[in-house]
């Protein structure tokens, strides 16, 4: 389901990437309502690919700019094009129309650093 709707939203130069990423900054709108917590006081954690979204989510929302990532893959284009079998469903859920001609995963860690 994933690929198919993946692939669909692609033609119309959008992303499940960008969705997830706009996602994450309707929950920190959401815990940022909640009495006692500060917008600034959330940390988040992820897993592998999942630092993606957070990254992405960190360039544009400076409350998730506290987070720590376990695995994430060293680049998006090295983890999906240069294996030799990859599963071929996950691709669009990470990867941004026309994305890799100006960023991958060591770009975006560079930027959420100077920002």
Known sequence: KT??????????DDSIAAIRTND??????????????????????????YG???????LIDDRARKYSSCCLPE????????????YEGGVPAFIIPGMLKYFDV????????NR
């Open 3 to 12: 690929y198919k709707y993946g692939a669909d939203i692609f033609w119309l």
């Open 24 to 49: 994450m900054i309707a929950a920190l709108n959401l815990f940022s309502d909640f009495d006692g917590i500060e917008g600034n006081e959330i940390d988040i954690y992820s897993e592998k690919r």
């Open 52 to 58: 993606y979204y957070v990254l992405l989510a960190a």
């Open 75 to 86: 680049s998006i284009e090295k983890d999906f094009a240069g294996v030799k079998y990859y």
């Open 106 to 113: 060591p770009e975006l860690l560079r930027w959420t650093k």
